[in-house]
Every structure is written in C-alpha cells, then in structure tokens.
C-alpha cells in the first residue's frame, strides 16, 4: 500500500490518501481473498500510520467486503476492483463491476431465506452510495474506524 496523491472526494490535494485497489477475477476465491486483503490493508493502517482501528470496524469491513464482492461475483460478468481507502475517519470499500443494473436493497422480511446482503452492508456502514460508471457501476460503503464514545457503533450515520 502506497500513498498516493488525493484529489477530489472531501481530501486537500497536498494530503495524502492512504488506499488499495485490487482486480479480482477468480470467481468464488475472491471473496476469501477480498476479506484477507481487507483485514491486511486494515492492520497496515494501524501499524504503518498509526490510525486506530476498532475491532467492530474490523469485523464491519470484512462483512462488508464480503458482501458487496459476492453480489458483484453473483451477478455481474467479469472483473471486479476492490478499493480500500482511508478518508478521514472512515475506511471506504468501493466495488466496481461490469454490470449497469444497480442493485435494489429490499424491504425487510424475516422469513426471506438470503438476499439480506446490501440490507446488512446498509445497517452497519455510517454512509453508502450506489453510481453507474462509463462502463458498470461503483458500490460504496463507509465504515467508522472507531467506535462512537458512548458505545453506539452506528452514531454519525448519513444517507450517502
């Protein structure tokens, strides 16, 4: 993990970003890899830069990861980016895909069996965004690094 110049989004030019981006194209080991890669990246940011990192933000990334690559590997064709980035105090996982269609969160329903994912990605992400692309799309989710002070690990959560 490099740092690399930052531009754009809500960082000043002369800060630094501090992110990964990795293709996947290995259908079902992508997503052990993905979650792996997320857990590494996260651990990096602690030990190299310092940033703590609270074992739900952890826990969250890694469900997160999870979940937004299987949905890609699923139903999208072809390749899938995985982004991980640092910006200010949140970690964002940002999935690229191939496929137009933009996916619909669906209403709750316990006797559903699966399809829970982006419900789960949505409930325990502080924002998330969904954007066609030139070509596919980009799933975004924000997750806090640090637990809220009073023990709430959702306060501070936004729309988008």
Known sequence: MDPVSAGGDDTLP????????MALNNGGADIAHA?????NFLTRVQCEHGLPVSRRAMDATQLVV???VTNARKYAPGPVLL???????TVEVMVWDSAPVLPI?????????????LEIVMA???????????VG????????????????????RDPG
């Open 14 to 21: 002369c800060e630094l970003a501090i992110q990964t981006t």
């Open 35 to 39: 979650r792996r890669a997320a857990v």
């Open 66 to 68: 999870s979940e937004l």
């Open 83 to 89: 982004d991980l980035r640092i910006t200010g105090d």
């Open 105 to 117: 969160a669906r209403a709750a329903d316990a006797g559903r069996v699966g399809q829970h994912g």
């Open 124 to 134: 325990v992400s502080q924002g998330f965004a969904m954007q066609r692309e030139p």
């Open 137 to 156: 799309k980009r799933v975004t989710a924000r997750i806090a690094l640090l637990d809220d002070p009073g023990g709430d690990a959702f306060a501070g």
